[in-house]
């Protein structure tokens, strides 16, 4: 079965000695980030341990949405549609994102009412939703040839090609003149004055005074090295790809057995909404109290995992020496197995659900670490205790569809500027206290 799809980018040959910005890490959120600051004339280091993109930013179903979002990441999402657009009118370069529209079929009343209460409260800020009756949910989904009692249905929504997304914004980040250094893993930062000075790669020392940590499921391991905390949990979740087909089938689709989205290819990603394995580690015992919100919502998705994560490494305990190859350079992409018996039965509901897929061939099979917080609300905004770094990670699986409204916001803050959306619910200091947070409504 082939790899996980994702498109190649060059790798700027020298690294910087000197970068007013130094970006960790290369998913959707560390690229759009060095993209907006490198649009505003700052120079721009951007660091990934192994390839643009490879980690969840190219293993994900690729939904850009407003529809659930919970109401402190809603004017983000919305944001982001726009930025989406925007980025490839003025780069020329091509992510695959479209306002396709997403589609949720259900025959649940309390998942109908849910939607519809969301529905409501998404119209008072302005965002269009339409709740579909029975007939109009047959309908729109007459590909699975059944009744239904409702759905939503969210036309200005979209998805963008995660194969493809994070390798295009960094060659944006190049054009205009910022670095790319790829196989590049960033081992800790250097201080003087009790503020950030330097960034110490494998490759080499960057003197910078800022640095923004936008390593998804390495970041927790990352700020203990410095006496932050930062409570993270990952959760692994399976993904499959069929093949291109015959047969109109629509763009993205959600069930609460399914979910189904067309890929840049032509073919679909499937997946069950939700369900994963949490590996235990020695983070997770650590965070769990502040976690146990959040598993006891989610918990009838989730079973227990095995040695995965601590094979993997991003959640260990060593103390990293900058002068040695850290757990990020033996791993350098997280490439943790896919669930076989999920692969089987997500198979199994997608045929089941649309027959027409039976014709379609599977072409890969992969899974991803979800990087949480105890919220489902990312982590955003500089560390008080170290001046200087700025943290932006903790997406908490839909961290992909508002990587261009998460990234200008960065530069926002770094720059000083007028921020594109309030950055309060994000701010990490709401991590300092054991105390739980709301946990994402949906
Ligand atoms: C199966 C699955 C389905 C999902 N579906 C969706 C969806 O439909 N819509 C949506 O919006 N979101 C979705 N998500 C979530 C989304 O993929 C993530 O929220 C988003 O990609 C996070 O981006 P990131 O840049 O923070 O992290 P990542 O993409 O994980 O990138 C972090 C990068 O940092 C690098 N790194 C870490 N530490 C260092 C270091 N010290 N030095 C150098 N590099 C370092 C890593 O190698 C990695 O490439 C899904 C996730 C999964 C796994």
Redesign the pocket.
């Known amino acids: 079965m082939s790899p996980v799809p994702l498109t190649t980018v060059e790798t700027t040959p020298e690294l910087s000695t000197h970068a007013d910005v130094v970006v960790?890490?290369?998913?959707?959120?560390?690229v759009f980030t060095a993209y907006y600051l490198a649009k505003r004339g700052m120079t721009v280091a951007l660091?990934?341990?192994?390839r643009i993109?490879?980690?969840?930013?190219s293993?994900?179903?690729?939904?850009?949405?407003q529809q659930n979002r919970d109401a402190r990441e809603l004017p983000m999402a919305t944001k982001s549609l726009d930025l989406w657009e925007q980025f490839t009118a003025e780069s020329g370069e091509l992510t695959g994102f479209q306002r396709c529209g997403l589609l949720y079929l259900s025959n649940n009343d309390k998942e109908l009412a849910g939607w519809a209460r969301w529905g409501e409260f998404a119209r008072t800020v302005g965002v269009n939703t339409q709740m579909l009756t029975s007939a109009e949910a047959a309908s729109r989904g007459r590909v699975t040839g059944r009744a239904w009692k409702g759905g939503v249905y969210s036309p200005t929504d979209g998805t963008a090609d995660p194969s493809r997304a994070a390798p295009a914004v960094a060659r944006a980040v190049m054009k205009l003149g910022g670095t790319v250094h790829q196989g590049?893993?960033?081992r800790g930062l250097e201080t003087e004055g009790g503020r950030l000075s330097a960034v110490v790669t494998e490759k080499g020392t960057i003197r910078t005074k800022i640095a923004v940590l936008?390593?998804?499921?390495?970041?927790s391991s990352?700020c203990r090295q410095y006496g932050i905390r930062f409570p993270q949990a990952a959760i692994r979740?399976t993904?499959l790809a069929v093949s291109a087909g015959a047969g109109e089938l629509p763009a993205a689709l959600h069930t609460s057995k399914i979910s189904m989205t067309r890929r840049g290819d032509g073919g679909y990603t499937l997946?069950i909404s939700g369900r994963g394995r949490v590996d235990p580690t020695p983070q997770l015992f650590r965070f769990a109290p502040q976690f146990l919100p959040m598993f006891k919502r989610r918990w009838r998705n989730l079973a227990p995992g095995g040695l995965e994560g601590v094979r993997s490494g991003h959640e260990g305990w060593s103390r990293w020496r900058l002068d040695r190859p850290t757990p990020?350079e033996r791993m350098r992409?997280?490439d943790p197995a896919a669930d076989q018996s999920v692969v089987r039965l997500t198979h199994r509901r997608a045929v089941d659900l649309i027959p027409a897929l039976k014709e379609r061939s599977i072409t890969a099979a992969w899974a991803?670490?979800?990087?949480s917080t105890p919220d489902g609300v990312p982590g955003v905004g500089d560390i008080a205790s170290l001046p200087g770094l700025v943290l932006?990670?903790g997406?908490?699986?839909?961290?992909?569809?508002?990587?261009p409204g998460a990234g200008h916001l960065i530069a926002d803050l770094v720059t000083g500027e007028k921020p594109i959306v309030d950055p309060r619910p994000y701010h990490p200091d709401r991590f300092a206290s054991s105390a739980w947070g709301k946990v994402a409504d949906f």
């Open positions: 960790i890490g290369g998913g959707i959120i560390g660091l990934e341990k192994g993109g490879a980690e969840q930013s293993r994900n179903w690729g939904w850009c949405r590049c893993a960033a936008a390593g998804g499921a390495w970041a990352f979740q993904v997946a990020m992409v997280l991803g670490y979800v990087d932006a990670a997406f908490s699986g839909h961290g992909f569809g508002i990587g």
